[in-house]
Structures are given as structure tokens and as C-alpha cells.
């Protein structure tokens, strides 16, 4: 099974920038399509940013242009820069896996088998 670990989680002034990453091991199969979920207190967990296998990434519309997801493959870790950080974006922060190729297919939160504990962002 693929395990995800997170990390680089913290607390950060409104305004700053934080870097998660997820290191993964335990691929069983050629392609994947990995993602940041992240759940607030009180509120149903939601997608943040995905990236298919072959690059394409996607980005929840209040992220844009603001986060940045990308993959090591040498190091097989995921990285989801965040700049200009809100409030809103306090949360916790998951990564996740789910062996396809195009992340469009995955069916939300419940589609993903693999996830991390998560990792905790707070901005005030």
C-alpha cells in the first residue's frame, strides 16, 4: 500500500507563505493522481489543488494563483507551495493518492485510497 507522510505545517503571519510536502513510498502502480485536501473545524474537507500524472494540475478556485502544487519525483514527494496566506486558509492539511491517470475521474474525497494524517496551517 502507498503511504503518505506530511509535513511543514505551522503557524504564519496573513500574509506569508508556508511549503507542505508529502513523501510517498509503497507505489504499486506507473501512475497516480495526487492532491491537498484540507478540512477546517466545523466543515466538510475539500480539495485544494491536484496534479494528474502526466503534470496537469487544477486548483480550487480560492487558492488560485496563490498555491502551487508540484512533485519530486527523484525524492517522490508532493509540495504544495502556499503564498499570501488568509485567515480562511487555516486548516488541516491532507495529502492523498488514488492510482489513475487523470485526477478528473476521481469521484471527490471518498474517491481517494490513500491519504496522510495530515498536517495543521493556521494564519492569523
Known amino acids: 500500500d502507498v503511504q503518505l507522510v506530511e509535513s511543514g505545517g505551522g503557524s504564519v503571519q496573513v500574509g506569508g507563505s508556508l511549503t507542505l510536502s508529502c513523501v510517498a513510498s509503497?507505489?504499486?502502480?506507473?501512475?497516480?493522481?495526487m492532491a491537498w485536501f484540507r478540512q477546517a473545524p466545523g466543515k466538510e474537507r475539500e480539495g485544494v489543488a491536484h496534479l494528474d500524472s502526466d503534470g496537469t494540475t487544477n486548483y480550487a478556485d480560492s487558492v488560485k494563483g496563490r498555491f502551487t502544487i508540484s512533485e519530486d519525483n527523484a525524492k517522490n514527494t508532493l509540495d504544495l507551495q502556499m503564498d499570501s496566506l488568509k485567515p480562511e486558509d487555516s486548516a488541516l492539511y491532507y495529502c492523498?493518492?488514488?492510482?489513475?491517470?487523470?485526477?478528473?475521474?476521481?469521484?471527490?474525497?471518498?474517491?481517494?485510497?490513500?491519504w496522510g494524517q495530515g498536517t495543521q496551517v493556521t494564519v492569523s
Open positions: 492523498a493518492a488514488e492510482p489513475i491517470l487523470v485526477c478528473a475521474l476521481v469521484a471527490g474525497v471518498g474517491g481517494f485510497g490513500f
Open positions: 509503497g507505489y504499486t502502480y506507473i501512475s497516480y493522481c
